[in-house]
């Protein structure tokens, strides 16, 4: 009898934490996400209905069509360091996780989140050494909490050039443009073409014209600056070798790797993490993978956790930030460090992010999930109603689910409030799925989805 309680406990036991999530239906959401925070004319073939075309007279200091692009966050901003970044990890994702995207039914999906992106980032590259950096101000749009079918506001439009250079933003958008290359090459030949010379285009810009694109100009200052250019040179670099097969690129990352001052892990500020597991990837060297695994084994051994186990390295999007370090261990692991470990650690913490406490933090998956997303066109009742800053204070559930967006996350002690105000917890952001997505795809591709 005793026996058999134990077995049946240990059963138990095992069945829990083990069981699986559907994942395949996290990343259909996640790339509804995507949908919502789309800016410009939309498609005929939008599946987010409740967004509507917005922000069409987006246009740069020269009267150039701005039109499109993403929404960076809860905000109506088009900040062009983090939507290249989003770009740049979404294109990863799908290249090197195509089995996870195509077990889920979502490689076209995928390719149209990336090519929202792609199309945009054309027209913002007006020049060879001109690349609009950002459309809006963090500072005025800010102010509002309006639909954005319905900015009035002011929307200037920012730029980088060879007197106000900006390296990391350029490299990074270089990176997100030889990424989608590859993507593409096989798709559209002619597309992918055109993004490889822009990107190529771009990396120069960024080599020849060494500033951060902080310096350039001082909207971004509300909302993100960046440390430094060097890990996107790298990373861009390693991009561009990886589409061109070109070794200069190579003898760039040589050359800029020693002057990086101290820049560790993957986000939207910090790309060494992500290029030196690229780069164990394309040369082989066994350098990369070692500082890789390092980190990852470091991280997982000794970073502070949550009660119930998150890795917690950030208050501000703890989710991302963790999803961010994963995918870089699943890249690690792809190449034969540590799988077991890295691979079983992601799981759990994704299983965090989906559901593990009870709770999920991606809106509309699973039975509990954020209301009251600080998002301001989610939390705006269709028109004709008025939306204003009553309802960013309204205690009302959002009246639109934004399906499919993960929001910041819990503080250190798994303590979260679901309320509009908090951006620092209940926000969502472009570049917050993007990361997330890639681990869940890999965890796809590995066989984990329910
Ligand atoms: C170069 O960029 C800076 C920063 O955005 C801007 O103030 C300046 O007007 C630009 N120069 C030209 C010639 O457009
Ligand atoms: C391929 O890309 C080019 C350039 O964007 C475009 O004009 C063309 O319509 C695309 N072809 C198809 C079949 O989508
Ligand atoms: C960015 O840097 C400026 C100083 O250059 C500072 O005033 C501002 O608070 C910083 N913004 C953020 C979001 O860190």
Redesign the pocket.
């Known amino acids: 009898m005793k026996l058999i309680f134990v077995l049946a406990l240990a059963l138990h036991v095992y069945v829990t934490n083990t069981a699986g999530y559907n994942y395949k239906e996290v990343l259909q959401k996640s790339l509804l996400f995507y949908e919502a925070q789309r800016s410009g004319k939309l498609p005929a073939d939008q599946r987010v209905t409740w967004r509507k075309d917005s922000a069409l007279n987006d246009k740069g200091?020269n009267g150039e069509d701005l039109t499109g692009g993403y929404y960076d966050a809860g905000d109506c901003v088009k900040f062009g360091f983090q939507m290249s970044f989003t770009v740049t990890v979404l294109a990863w994702g799908l290249l090197d996780h195509e089995a996870g995207y195509k077990a889920a039914g979502v490689v076209e999906d995928t390719r149209k989140a990336i090519k929202w992106g792609t199309d945009y980032f054309l027209k913002a590259h007006v020049s060879e050494n001109?690349f609009y950096?950002q459309v809006g101000s963090g500072y005025i749009d800010h102010q509002y909490w309006v639909r954005p079918e319905d900015l009035t506001m002011e929307r200037p439009a920012?730029?980088?050039?060879?007197?106000?250079p900006g390296s990391d933003l350029a490299a990074e958008t270089a990176a997100a443009l030889a990424a989608s290359y590859l993507v593409f090459k096989d798709v559209n030949a002619t597309y992918a073409n055109i993004l490889l010379t822009h990107a190529k285009q771009l990396y120069n810009f960024a080599y020849k014209n060494r500033g951060k694109y902080t310096d350039?100009?001082a909207d971004v200052r509300c909302c993100y600056n960046s440390s430094g250019y060097e890990d996107e040179l790298i990373w861009g670099a390693a991009w561009l070798y990886r589409a061109t097969k070109d070794k200069t690129y190579l003898t760039y990352v040589e050359e800029v790797y020693p002057t990086i001052q101290y820049y560790i892990g993957f986000n939207w500020d910090q790309k060494i993490g992500g290029a030196d597991v690229l780069l164990a990837k394309l040369t082989g060297d066994s350098k990369y993978l070692t500082k890789t695994k390092n980190y990852c084994d470091n991280m997982i051994e000794n970073q502070q956790r949550t009660p119930k186990g998150l890795i917690f390295i950030a208050e501000w999007g703890s989710l991302m930030t963790t999803a961010y370090l994963m995918e870089i261990c699943l890249e690690a692991a792809a190449l034969g460090a540590n799988a077991e470990k890295y691979r079983a650690e992601a799981k759990k913490q994704i299983d965090y992010m989906v559901g593990s406490t009870g709770f999920s933090y991606v809106v509309g998956f699973g039975s509990k999930y954020p209301l009251h997303v600080h998002h301001r066109a989610a939390s705006c009742p269709n028109p004709p109603a008025k939306c204003d800053w009553t309802q960013f204070s309204s205690t009302e559930p959002n009246p639109h689910v934004l399906t499919g967006a993960l929001v910041g996350g819990p503080g250190a002690d798994d303590d979260y409030t679901d309320v509009r105000s908090d951006y620092v917890h209940n926000e969502v952001a472009t570049y917050y799925n993007s990361g997330f997505q890639t681990v869940v795809a890999t965890l796809i591709e590995l066989g984990y989805s329910d």
């Open positions: 200091v001109v950096a920012y730029m980088v050039n060879v007197t106000n350039a100009f």
